[in-house]
């Protein structure tokens, strides 16, 4: 995956579309690909609310946030059912404990 662009050049190079270049030209002069800058430029004007964005990317943001829930429930899981083991260790321990201190009951005939 290649290194990002810091923040500043992106923003020098949004702002010379702004001024009125045309995509080619800036990116020829920045050295850059022309679909870069098209996303730059799609994402800052989503930024700024001057674009909705598209049913794409509002389903990836979705399906990324119901990913993070899901893994995040699967973690619980785990540590349910750890506990859950240790209380049913626990609860062995002390039922086979009051088992054997239990007087006798048993009658003799």
């Known amino acids: 995956m290649p290194k ?5 050049f992106r923003r020098k190079a949004l702002d010379l579309l702004e001024s009125g270049r045309n995509v080619r030209d800036v990116a020829a002069a920045l050295g850059i690909a022309e679909s870069c800058l098209h996303r730059w430029r799609s994402r800052d004007l989503i930024e700024r609310g001057l674009k ?23 973690n619980e899981v785990k540590i349910l059912r750890k506990a ?9 321990q002390e039922i086979t404990t ?12």
Do not use: C, D, F, W
């Not at 993070?68 to 429930?73: A, G, N, V």
């Not at 240790?86 to 609860?91: F, S």
């Not at 009051?98 to 005939?109: D, F, I, L, R, V």
């Open 98 to 109: 009051h088992q054997q201190n239990a007087p006798n009951h048993a009658t003799h005939e």
């Open 84 to 92: 859950a083991a240790a209380v049913k260790e626990e609860a062995a």
């Open 52 to 74: 909705a964005p598209s049913a794409g990317a509002v389903e990836s943001a979705a399906l990324a946030a119901a990913t993070q829930r899901i893994q995040e429930l699967e």
């Open 4 to 8: 990002p662009y810091p923040p500043e």
